[in-house]
Nanobody, 119 residues
Framework: QVQLVESGGGLVQAGGSLRLSCAASQSIFNVKFNVNVVAWYRQAPGKQRELVATISSGGGTNYADSVKGRFTISGDNAKNTAYLQMNSLKPEDTARYFC?????????WGQGTQVTVSS
């Protein structure tokens, strides 16, 4: 079991930046499992939750097309924390952002942090 707490959200003007943090109660990558992935998802009002970015324990990253070149996901296992650096924010990035950890078949979610981008 791992607890995840997101922070760093807020209100920002279009073109601005935010860095989200996901603090875990233990290491974000668990060597006991072959599959170790940390992800950020987001959900806007009235829309389905969508995948924003992932990072594996090997350091490989993937991004949704809508955020490529603007967002950067990273993880610091020593600090039990994952990050999402968001630059050049757009109003359409407005959503609640959730951290997700997947160890094998186990999946854990945080409560989310709200990001609002004004035009």
């Amino acid at each position: 079991q791992v607890q995840l707490v997101e922070s760093g959200g807020g209100l920002v003007q279009a073109g601005g930046s935010l860095r989200l943090s996901c603090a875990a109660s233990q290491s974000i990558f668990n060597v006991k499992f072959n599959v170790n992935v940390v992800a950020w998802y987001r959900q806007a009002p009235g829309k389905q939750r969508e995948l924003v970015a992932t990072i594996s324990s090997g350091g490989g990253t993937n991004y949704a097309d809508s955020v490529k070149g603007r967002f950067t996901i990273s993880g610091d296992n020593a600090k039990n924390t994952a990050y999402l650096q968001m630059n050049s924010l757009k109003p359409e990035d407005t959503a609640r952002y959730f951290c997700n950890v997947r160890w094998g078949s186990l999946t854990y979610w945080g409560q989310g942090t709200q990001v609002t981008v004004s035009s």
